[in-house]
């Protein structure tokens, strides 16, 4: 007696014909080809129209079709989520650039990746002239000793370190004195420090 082969045997089935008959019979078609949609459908339609394969042929069609939209929703959901996450990455920048605390990113020997402008304006100079220097050569000779201090003690047991630095000002010679504080970097093998004082308030050596 014949078996009639079961429902999942003739999908297995009539999907190896389909591929066979898209792709041709050395499976080798073009990639074009392949993600030609309109042309699996053609291919399909051509088996529905059969007695023997048209209720598999429209099952698997309607499969195709649902998989489809399925991979519509996928793809607007993922661009959802890439606008989010762009408009997210911004704000985050924005905050990080025009917060009222100067803001550095500095690695493991103290030389300057990333600042925000406040950084740059309590330092006074242009933020692009400052990446690449070491911090040290931005403080006050007395200040370099505090600086080390702070970064060394920073931990993950300590995760945070304070310190007074002394900022080596542009005008007249003067200092500007700042609190500073500083963590590692969440992002890197360095850290983050962060500066608070007045951007328009300088010491004399004098005045020490």
């Given at each position: 007696m014949t078996k009639i082969p079961d429902n999942q045997d003739r999908r297995k089935d009539l999907r190896t014909r389909a591929i066979a008959q898209f792709t041709g019979p050395?499976?080798?078609?073009?990639?074009?080809?392949?993600?030609?949609?309109?042309?699996?459908l053609?291919?399909?339609?051509?088996?529905?129209?059969?007695?023997?394969?048209?209720?598999?042929a429209?099952?698997?069609l309607h499969e195709l079709q649902v998989h489809q939209?399925?991979?519509d929703l996928q793809d607007e959901e993922l661009r959802r989520s890439r606008l989010e996450l762009e408009a997210s990455l911004q704000r985050q920048a924005q905050l990080f650039e025009c917060a009222p605390m100067g803001y550095l990113i500095v690695d493991a020997n103290s030389v300057v990746r990333e600042l925000n402008q406040m950084a740059?304006?309590?330092i006074g100079s242009a933020a692009d002239s400052l990446r690449g220097k070491s911090l040290e050569t931005l403080l006050a000779p007395e200040s370099v000793a505090g600086l080390r201090a702070m970064l060394g003690n920073v931990a993950p047991t300590?995760?945070?370190?304070?310190?007074?630095l002394l900022l080596a000002a542009t005008i007249a010679g003067g200092t500007r004195r700042t609190q500073a504080s500083a963590c590692l970097d969440p992002a890197g093998s360095g850290f983050l420090i962060c500066l608070a004082g007045d951007p328009a308030a300088?010491?004399?050596?004098?005045?020490?």
């Open positions: 050395d499976n080798q078609a073009p990639v074009h080809t392949r993600a030609d949609s309109s042309a699996a053609a291919v399909l339609y051509n088996l529905a129209s059969a007695p023997t394969t048209a209720p598999d429209l099952a698997l939209v399925e991979v740059a304006t309590l300590a995760p945070l370190a304070f310190a007074e300088t010491t004399s050596p004098a005045d020490g």
